[in-house]
């Protein structure tokens, strides 16, 4: 089993950047797909981004491409999501995920572990 925890969210302008970290501990880090999802309130949870094993392959809800990144470190078991040009509607609580191989996927049935959340808020 893999231990997911998240940092970094906060309140932040619409407009502003927002770097969301996530460190894994408990197998090995390199050998899982990443993703990052969200949930609003009142909506179900979503993709947003993943990351294949080894960060050559990386996929993006429409949503958000073009202003977010999705990154990983795999010397220190964290991947990133930095987000830029935020919006009211980014508003959400950011999870991010880890599933048993390293191919990365946009389904969130795929992955098997998950972290508590943080909260991002974009203020207009």
């Known amino acids: 089993q893999v231990q997911l925890v998240e940092s970094g969210g906060g309140l932040v302008q619409a407009g502003g950047s927002l770097r969301v970290s996530c460190a894994a501990s408990?197998?090995?880090?390199?050998?899982?797909?990443m993703g990052w999802f969200r949930q609003a309130p009142g909506k179900e949870r979503e993709f947003v981004a993943a990351i294949s094993g080894s960060g050559g392959v990386t996929y993006y809800a429409d949503s958000v491409k073009g202003r977010f990144t999705i990154s990983r470190d795999n010397g220190k078991n964290t991947m990133y999501l930095q987000m830029n040009s935020l919006k009211p509607e980014d508003t959400a609580v950011y999870y991010c995920?880890?599933?048993?191989?390293?191919?990365?996927?946009?389904?969130?049935?795929?992955?098997?572990?998950w972290g508590q959340g943080t909260p991002v808020t974009v203020s207009s």
């Open positions: 408990g197998r090995t880090f390199s050998r899982n797909a």
């Open positions: 995920a880890a599933r048993r191989v390293m191919v990365a996927i946009r389904l969130e049935s795929e992955y098997d572990c």
